[in-house]
T-cell receptor, first 113, second 112 residues
Framework: AQSVTQLDSQVPVFEEAPVELRCNYS??????LFWYVQYPNQGLQLLLK??????LVKGINGFEAEFNKSQTSFHLRKPSVHISDTAEYFC???????????FGKGTRLSVIA | EPEVTQTPSHQVTQMGQEVILRCVPI?????FYWYRQILGQKVEFLVS????????KSEIFDDQFSVERPDGSNFTLKIRSTKLEDSAMYFC??????????FGEGSWLTVV
């Protein structure tokens, strides 16, 4: 069975500083990997995804993530955060095919002015 | 850009009452899902639906829950007799092929 671990439940960071949100997964088969963002009182918005090919994927709002198969990680990064990036970030995994997404517990990113 | 729409955005209901949450998936999508998020917790899978039948369901999706696609566009989640612990945000989602799942804005259900 798949599982996703987001080690950091909360990450405070100053505006314009870089940030990395960590995500590790476990699965016995090939997977698709996703990051979703949830702004306060809103739904889940797809930030970026890894399906195959290049291990560095770029998403919206300047975010990127790198798939590392040997470390089973898919960490999310942004070189310079803005106040508007304050949100909950969820890492998710699904096995190739139409299996349901399995989500991590989420990381609350708080950007401080 | 096409999006998944959900109604109502917020519903308060008394314990024991039936609730129907409605969703309109993206029009050319073939796979439909319901997920829920209890306040402060992670998003959990409830059920997936394909070709007019349930393709997979989680342990959470017990006999109190049912799904239906009554008219080819709407996708509904019914909770027959709500309990306090059903209070959560319920997300509908859809996809064409499974490699990118799009979520709606969610329906907040509060059971009192």
């Amino acid at each position: 069975a798949q599982s996703v671990t987001q080690l950091d439940s909360q990450v405070p960071v100053f505006e314009e500083a870089p940030v990395e949100l960590r995500c590790n997964y476990s699965s016995s088969v090939s997977v698709y990997l996703f990051w979703y963002v949830q702004y306060p009182n809103q739904g889940l918005q797809l930030l970026l995804k890894y399906l195959s090919g290049s291990t560095l994927v770029k998403g919206i709002n300047g975010f990127e993530a790198e798939f590392n198969k040997s470390q089973t990680s898919f960490h999310l990064r942004k070189p310079s955060v803005h106040i508007s990036d304050t949100a909950e970030y969820f890492c998710a995994v699904s096995e190739r095919g139409n299996t349901p997404l399995v989500f991590g517990k989420g990381t609350r990113l708080s950007v401080i002015a | 850009e096409p999006e998944v729409t959900q109604t109502p955005s917020h519903q308060v209901t008394q314990m024991g009452q039936e609730v129907i949450l409605r969703c309109v998936p993206i029009s050319n999508h073939l796979y439909f899902y319901w997920y829920r998020q209890i306040l402060g917790q992670k998003v959990e899978f409830l059920v997936s639906f394909y070709n007019n039948e349930i393709s997979e369901k989680s342990e959470i999706f017990d006999d109190q829950f049912s799904v239906e696609r009554p008219d080819g566009s709407n996708f509904t989640l019914k909770i027959r007799s709500t309990k306090l612990e059903d209070s959560a945000m319920y997300f509908c989602a859809s996809t064409v092929s499974g490699n990118t799942i799009y979520f709606g804005e969610g329906s907040w259900l509060t059971v009192v």
